[in-house]
């Protein structure tokens, strides 16, 4: 049993896959001020491909941002609550062409997300691991999650834009 996860009909062997902490990345961005994009990564995390279903976590404590400061507003309750809610979870399966479908959790707050799908592999790695490549991207509205801090501007409009983009890049190697 394989299963397909974009157009050009690339497939994943059935069985369990693990993303490899040290070649994978998680990470968010955001505008700011209209202007610029603010991002950051989240560092401690685990994904698990098994049989066609992509489940993974995050712990929001491992965000990191260049500011300590920003890093200690991102844990308060008015963005992730991470003394209530420490992780981040999402689950989804393939769907046509190039997409997941899934759910994403928040803040305890659980909504269906897609996101975009491209697979690279297999390789063998020079260690004779069979490894594939599974990069996702997808954009959520923070708001429906919460995460609702803003701060006007003088000119009107707010600091932060609403629309979040989440990526991953996640090198999947073969479950031991």
Not at 68 to 77: C, F, V, W
Not at 121 to 149: A, C, H, I, M
Request: aromatic share 8%; net charge negative.
């Amino acid at each position: 049993m394989s299963t397909v996860l974009d157009q050009q009909q690339v497939t994943l062997p059935a069985g369990t896959w693990q993303a490899d902490p040290v070649h994978s990345s998680v990470g968010f961005a955001v505008k700011y001020l209209g202007v610029a994009t603010f991002g950051g990564t989240l560092t401690q995390f685990q994904a698990v491909l098994a049989d066609g279903e992509l489940t993974g976590t995050a712990e929001v404590a491992s965000i990191e941002v260049k500011d300590e400061n920003l890093y200690a507003h991102l844990q308060a309750p008015e963005f992730f609550d991470a003394q209530r809610h420490p992780q981040l979870t999402f689950t989804g399966r393939p769907v046509e062409g190039a997409r997941l479908e899934g759910e994403l959790t928040m803040k305890g707050i659980t909504k269906p997300v897609t996101l975009e799908a491209a697979v690279t592999g297999p390789v063998t790695d020079p260690y004779g691991n069979e490894r594939y490549g599974l990069s996702l991207t997808g954009v959520v509205d923070r708001t429906e999650f919460s995460l609702n801090w803003n701060a006007p501007l003088p000119a009107g409009g707010f600091a932060l834009a609403n629309d979040v983009t989440i990526t991953a890049e996640l090198s999947l190697r073969k479950a031991a």
